[in-house]
């Protein structure tokens, strides 16, 4: 029998079986097949790079399946998640220990890079799509990059790798799936030394074990994989494969009770063991997460599995039902597949960051009296794709199963997404957690923070630090890593993590960075916290009450104190008591402080003053405190309506801030439309200092009319103390010409060529999809060749070139008109040509249009929402043989639009040729111009800032020209 019916055999018996008992036996019991003992992986032959120039053409890695928006509308949270912090930390730590670029997209050679790594004695193994590097522990190189399918001895570099350092046999781990083999590809060094030989295995399974994550645990290296039959969770006989044993076993295990999101990568993870302490005959562990707005999952909670080896009578092994511990409400979903997460700045694509899974690893420690185990995940913050990081420190003991200790959602409020984390907790239970960190404003980069054992619960109290700024940004794929790697020193305290950012465009790098929190001083303490005053009414004699943390070694005593308000000292005392290493103590000042004026904030600082303290960083901690008035309430957002296609008489919803330390209620609210008469309506609710409220004006604004409106609401309180905070103005635009359809029947376009153009998509989302960033050149007077297919039977399609740059399509610019597409999956070819008097020589957007043509719709009409059918835009650029040469310099100079503030914008045309002056247009998609006028000239090229502040958002267009050549960019403002 072989082993795939032996799988479904086993399958079968044990849902049986589980039905029936708390646990049940494995469902895959195999051996995995000794591939080769390799030469010294030092000695393999360097991997030539490719050109930077070269990586568009990158392998893309696609991921199998990822998250879609939650099914039930009702799960919670329904207004944010309660537990983000909003709020940075303020403890100093010491400065990057390591900070190295560890492996590039010239070596890798495909899209995402998905970075890992792991730290011994001496050596840093990082592995990246679809190589491996060995440096040394201060960032030299000392192998590689070698091909992981050369190095494993598959030849196949398929992807997903991951490195483990194994302390308690001191080996390293270098593992990859293989593609074509539906199995893994595992290498364990044969000595403690990585750039050494290696023993390889294969391990064949029943079905592709995507995103495969694994962990070093005493019975056994256990993985789980993204599967979509047969089993989930496996345990391999660690043993044999550290002792170069020819047939290791393989045990595979169902996980009873688990709910998947279908359309979700499946990520179960396995407990990492960091140091080397352990509970006599400690299990497994597998943990899940469990989504309510999954179908079938009525509260949001962790599932967490016990797993018991019996290497020498492998049936024995078993595995538990899930043990379900509540958290605190979480939404783990975002974006809809393939359409990207996260914005970046000066581009429409953005980037994923995964939700719906646990994020890579799982680290677990044992510190004696009790256990930990830390879990992170990606949560969307505000139910508008915002990310933060939720994580979860879970605790057990002899007599206690798991239950939660501490939850926190790292989130600070800075418009940015934070995601894509991995975190640890060192020897004396401080957390590190490294992670990735874009938005509209920022380009993908890498930071850190953490928290010292026994800070205030749910809080990250460590200072937000770069790691990398990211610099450039990627617009030819959504993808993104699809993981980043934290790990733990074998000293016990310092932390390393390698996560990928952007050295130029569309140019991934990984970077390798190390950093400690504890700094291993034997003096060093510090002010790590003000618990009080907090923010209210105020008075002339307020306590400070302040937590002093000794950082350090040895005890300490006699600690001078230091108080100052809004940079004045006004308080000189001495802590006298004894604070123990790694341990608080709270301290009141007895003199105390006047912040007796209404409505001002004042800023505390309060400092230690240790004269041998050997790290002073850490000393000051500073908080800011607001004297309340009592009445004084605003209008923070006008959260509707917003910029869109269609508008009519639309619901105007505001939200209402208490700014102050009274409820208010029964008083005026207003709204009114450039300036009109005002809608004026009560607000007859409850709203407490500090809260924030969403109201909804019963009477609508009528936005039917194509253009940009001003809307302007405020409150109207008799009492109010401060009137400067009660109104806030927001521009909304009815806009035209971006169209929706419905393409996931594979109606629309699945193929399209044009010139060097070849491009194969699947439907994009809401059926438009931006292509702007793939360009191709066309001739004057040539005849050009478009070749479409599409996914249904029975479509037709047409094609425009915005010849004038004005995001408007006219009639005059329609070259291919309503050509019929008969049979899905064949190609059909039409011809256009451009004379030469219709348009400027430069980049151009096209637009391509198919749809069902038994429907009532015609492609012919660039505009109008289609019932089942899809557009495509992209970018064109009309060249001239005889001009070629100014031409190709005009052409191949990149336009880079880049936000320096709010709503103002630097364009930049770098070019050392002097192309005479340079215009530059802003048009909207009616066609209307923005602003317009003359860039600077400098020794770099051109420049100018475009202040786009009083526009509404939505996606513009930047045109630039020198009344010979033209070029076009799109940019989307927030």
Known sequence: MNFKKLLLLLTFFSTCVLIAQEKHGPDVIATGTFVKKTIPLRDMPIRQTIEKEETSALKIIQNRLRANRKTNENALPLDGDVLTQKKFGGIQTKALEQNFDGADASEGQATPPDPTGAVGPNHYVHAVNLVVKIFDKSGNLLAGPTFLGDFLGSGNNSGDPIVLYDQLADRFFVSQFDTGNDSLIIGVSETSDPTGVYNVYEFPLDAFPDYPHYSVWPDGYYLTANKFSGNT??????????????????????????????????????????????????????????????????????????????????????????????????????????????????????????????????????YGSHNSWLITFNVDIDGNDTSGIRWIELRNDASNGWSIFQEGTYAPADGHSRFMGSA????????????????????????????????????????????????????????????????????????????EYFASNNFWTSRVASFSLSGGFANDVGVNNITAPESGILTNAETVEVVIRNFGTDPQSNIPLELRVN?????????????????????????????SNEGETYTLEAKTGLSNDEFTDNDGFTKDV???????????????????????????????????????????????????TPVIEQFTGTINS????????????????????????????????????????????????LPTANCSLGDGIQHFVIGTIDNSTSCSPNGYGDYTNLNTELEFNSTIEVTVASGYNNQIFSLWI?????????????????????????????????????????THLLRIRAGWANSEDTTADPCIDFTYGETEDYTVTIIDPTLSVGQQEFNNTDVVIYPVSDKTYEVTFNTSTDFGTIDYTVFNTLGQQITAGEMETGSDGYKTNVNLANVATGMYLVKLNNKTFSTVKRLIVK
């Open 802 to 842: 915005d010849y004038n740059d004005n995001s408007v399509f006219d009639t005059n610019e329609l070259l291919i008109e309503d050509v019929a597409i008969p049979n899905s999956g064949t190609d059909v070819t039409a011809t256009f040509q451009i004379p030469q008097d219709q348009a400027l020589l430069g």
């Open 567 to 595: 940079g004045t000292l006004e308080v000189s005392e001495t802590f006298t008591g004894t604070i123990n290493p790694n341990e608080t103590a709270t301290y009141s000042f007895s003199q105390t402080v006047d912040l």
């Open 233 to 366: 969770t496996y345990a391999i006989e660690r043993d044999a494969l550290i002792a170069g044993d020819p047939d290791p076993k393989i045990i595979g295990f169902n996980l009873p009770g688990v709910t998947n999101n279908p359309n979700t990568v499946f990520s179960p993870e396995p407990a990492n063991l960091t140091g080397t302490s352990f509970p006599a005959d400690v299990p497994g562990y597998i943990v899940y997460l469990q989504d309510d707005g999954w179908s079938g999952v009525s509260f949001d909670h962790l599932k967490i599995w016990e797993i018991e080896l019996d290497w020498n009578n492998t049936s024995n092994s078993t595995i538990s039902a899930p043990l379900e511990i509540p958290t605190t409400p979480f939404e783990a979903t975002f974006a809809p597949f393939g359409t990207g997460d996260v914005e970046q700045p000066g581009t429409s694509q953005k980037i994923d960051m995964i939700g719906g899974v646990i994020s890579y690893a799982a680290n677990y420690r044992s």
């Open 690 to 737: 500090q809260e924030e409220i969403d109201y909804t004006f019963s009477e609508t604004a009528d936005l039917s009319v194509l253009g940009t409106y001003e809307i302007e609401a405020q409150t109207n309180l008799a009492t109010d103390q401060n009137t400067d905070n009660d109104a806030f103005q927001v521009t909304v635009e009815n806009l035209q010409c």
């Open 626 to 676: 607001i004297h309340y008035l009592g009445d004084d309430v605003g209008i923070t957002a006008i959260p509707s309506p917003v910029s869109g296609e269609g508008l009519g008489n639309e619901t105007v919803t505001v939200t209402i801030t208490n700014f102050g330390d009274n409820p208010q209620s029964n008083f005026d609210v207003q709204y009114s439309v450039d300036g009109n």
């Open 424 to 499: 640890a907790m060192d020897a004396a239970g401080n957390i590190g957690m490294g992670f990735n960190i874009a938005s509209n404003t920022l380009p993908a980069g890498i930071r850190y923070t953490g928290r010292f054992n026994g800070d205030p619960l749910g809080e990250m109290t460590v200072a937000e630090t770069t790691i990398v700024d990211g610099i450039g940004v990627q617009t030819n794929t959504n993808r993104f890593g699809d993981y980043s790697h934290l790990t733990i020193d074998p000293d016990n305290f310092t932390f390393w993590h390698t996560a």
